[in-house]
């Protein structure tokens, strides 16, 4: 038997082993371990995770009541594929996340990941309305399943070569205050929901849309907060048509806007929701939620999973509930968050890079701009920015159209030293812009 291969081997063939869909992009950092806000690489440097894996880990890494609870249901059953078997980590669950999804939901289903759950959200729709057309909105990310991907309008690139797409599926445009080109925020909402009213007069009669599907805040498009009063107008849209309006909560779900959900931020409620990320703080595990009079006609067969809602996923995010409950996450969130846009405030006015700062409890984005210009997006800027940060010990990611905006999103765990720490270390890396 030949002797296995060392990790630094392996690493060194990352590019022959893994597809380059999976492996080309940044920074493919060699980790060995995390705990809490850090990361740890092979050689035993630390980073200060501001990333929080995609917003996975609200809970900080390695959570030792979230590990233990995942470690013990282990000890029971690892493997229960639901329908033909029930286990209580996943009826808990599902009792639990009753009282806190947004919309009323009380009947879930459960996958694995958020693109699963936008694919059967999209089937639900379909399958409870008897109607086939979807609005989605330009900028919108969710997923990378054939059914995301169709919906998808965040980048081209997600969507080239993959045609064609899911038919009927339609996209108007998602308000950026930042960018509106109109005098003032209600008339920016007045020019983009014309495109709505423009699809149903040229393109789709309203009666044959049966759901449209938002990111209540874009995450992948640029962390894109919407007025409220345009969220407003989709539901009193929704309830004229009798469409579905379907929120997608993978990213800003689970405490991230120092809300349990986007939803409570916005005091709009969907009729639908999409869960994943920080349901399980790193655990596989997405979910559909809807009211019981929507989703109860989802019949039998029409849906189904072989690995959602394993019972380790299902414990993990039991335990996840019950630490943004009883260590306060939700307020820590709001209270770090108000202190880190204020110093990002303070930053952007030495800074002239920075175009734009916006956030909400921990879900924060800085948006970069070329000097003296109007607003011309700076994807160079950014990039030597993530690689000056990454070399003092900050994990950070960018996101945008033009790979313009860095995300701010450490676990909720964050205290203020740390946050402290990170904020240096960014500071440092963007003033060394100017």
């Not at 992009?25 to 980073?47: C, E, I, M, Q």
């Not at 759901?211 to 345009?230: C, D, K, N, T």
């Not at 539901?235 to 997608?248: Q, Y």
């Not at 595990?285 to 029409?302: D, F, N, T």
Request: hydrophobic share 40%; glycine share 10%.
């Amino acid at each position: 038997m030949s002797e296995e291969p060392t990790f630094d081997q392996l690493y060194a063939r990352l590019d022959e082993l893994l597809a380059p869909c999976l492996a080309r992009d940044w920074p493919n950092l060699p980790v060995a371990s995390a705990d809490g806000v850090y990361v740890y690489d092979r050689s035993g440097k630390r980073y200060i995770d501001f990333l929080a894996g995609f917003g996975a880990c609200n809970a900080g890494h390695n959570h030792p009541r979230i590990v233990a609870a995942a470690r013990d249901q282990m000890n029971h059953v690892v493997h229960a594929p639901v329908g033909v078997m029930a286990h209580q980590p996943l009826l808990r669950l599902a009792h639990e996340l009753g009282s806190v999804a947004p919309g009323g939901a009380n009947m879930f289903f459960f996958g694995n990941s958020g693109s699963e759950a936008v694919d059967g959200a999209l089937k639900m729709a379909r399958y409870v309305t008897g109607r086939h057309d979807l609005i989605a909105f330009l900028g919108s990310f969710h997923g990378r399943m054939m059914g995301g991907t169709a919906v998808t309008a965040s980048k081209a690139k997600y969507r080239r070569g993959h045609g064609p797409h899911l038919p009927g599926v339609h996209f108007a445009r998602f308000p950026y205050p930042y960018r509106c080109q109109t005098p003032t925020e209600a008339a920016c909402v007045e020019d983009v929901l014309g495109d709505i009213h423009r699809l149903f007069q040229y393109v789709v009669p309203p009666e044959d849309v049966a759901a449209m599907l938002v990111e209540p805040v874009q995450g992948e498009g640029g962390y894109i907060f919407p007025p409220r009063s345009w969220l407003q107008a989709l539901r009193a849209i929704c309830d004229e048509h009798g469409i579905l309006l379907i929120f997608d909560e993978v990213q800003a779900g689970f405490g991230r806007t120092g809300h349990w959900f986007a939803a409570d931020l916005y005091d709009v409620q969907p009729d639908v929701v999409c869960l994943a990320k920080g349901i399980a703080n790193g655990f596989p595990l997405g979910a559909i939620g809807a009211r019981r009079e929507v989703m109860s006609q989802w019949g039998a067969a029409s849906h189904g999973t072989t690995y959602g809602g394993n019972p380790m996923a299902c414990a993990a995010a039991l335990a996840t509930l019950e630490v943004i409950r009883e260590e306060g996450l939700l307020e820590n969130a709001r209270q770090q968050g108000t202190y880190m846009l204020d110093a990002l405030q303070g930053l952007k006015k030495e800074a002239p890079v920075i175009g734009d700062v916006r956030g909400e409890g921990l879900m924060i984005a800085v948006e970069f701009i070329k000097q003296e210009s109007d607003k011309e997006p700076n994807t160079e800027a950014v990039r030597r920015i993530l690689d000056r940060c990454l070399a003092d010990g900050l994990l950070m990611y960018p996101c945008g159209y033009w790979t313009q905006t860095i995300r701010l999103i450490p676990p909720l765990t964050i205290t203020r030293r740390q946050l402290d720490e990170g904020l240096d270390i960014f500071r440092r890396a963007v003033l060394a812009e100017s």
